[in-house]
């Protein structure tokens, strides 16, 4: 089954600076890479996504790339605000006998210093 | 996501009880999923389902049981057999195919 490594577990920046977060996936079939924010206590929310025929997609101060090649994709936010600490999730979906099938990683927690 | 439900919010439960956990969507979503969440861990997938009257096992489906009797709604059984219950549960819907993932509240189960 698809296998999704997410990295780092937690992440400390100060405010206004980048933060990037790393997944990889395992299974070529992977076709849409979801990314959510869960705030603490609350349910997850997806704050971007990218399709498997587009390297990059960018949505204000946060951006994602994906490399199938490579089998990775990323989360870059711009100018942190600490109103961006939270858990983030990536995520990898693909059709499984009919099914769409999500694996999600393993979550980054991000602090971000005022 | 105002448009799906779970409750209750928080459920203690004593060992050897079953308890049935709720879940509602008016989005008109085909697929609906129940994932467990650990303290530090991510999401992990115990069923899903795509249509009425199907359902497919996750990866960690041992313990646990569901139907999907109407196309809004997808209850989760938490049964006896799950060793180790005491969990976040969060359910979710999307269109078919891949796409947005819309989850519930959640529910906080304990086992006492």
């Known amino acids: 089954g698809e296998n999704v490594e997410q990295h780092p577990s937690t992440l400390s920046v100060q405010e206004g600076d980048s933060a990037v977060i790393k997944c990889t996936y395992s299974d070529s079939a992977s076709n849409y890479f979801p990314w959510y924010k869960q705030e603490l206590g609350k349910r997850p929310q997806l704050i971007i996504d990218?399709?498997?025929?587009?390297g990059e997609k960018k949505d204000q101060r946060i951006a994602v790339t994906l490399n199938k090649t490579a089998k990775h994709f990323s989360l870059h936010i711009t100018e942190t605000q600490p109103e961006d600490s939270a858990v983030y999730f990536c995520a990898a979906s693909r059709n499984s006998g009919g099914y769409q099938k999500v694996t999600f990683g393993t979550g980054t927690k991000l602090q971000v210093i005022p | 996501d105002g448009g799906i439900t779970q409750s209750p919010k928080y459920l203690f439960r004593k060992e050897g009880q079953n308890v049935t956990l709720s879940c509602e969507q008016n989005l008109n979503h085909d697929a609906m999923y129940w994932y467990r969440q650990d303290p530090g861990q991510g999401l992990r997938l115990i069923y899903y389902s795509q249509i009425v009257n199907d359902f497919q096992k996750g990866d960690i489906a041992e313990g646990y049981s569901v139907s999907r009797e109407k196309k809004e709604s997808f209850p989760l059984t938490v049964t006896s057999a799950q060793k180790n219950p005491t969990a976040f549960y969060l359910c979710?819907?999307?269109?078919?195919?891949?796409?947005?993932?819309?989850f519930g509240p959640g529910t906080r189960l304990t086992v006492l």
């Open positions: 990218i399709r498997s025929n587009v």
């Open positions: 979710a819907s999307s269109l078919q195919g891949p796409d947005t993932q819309y």
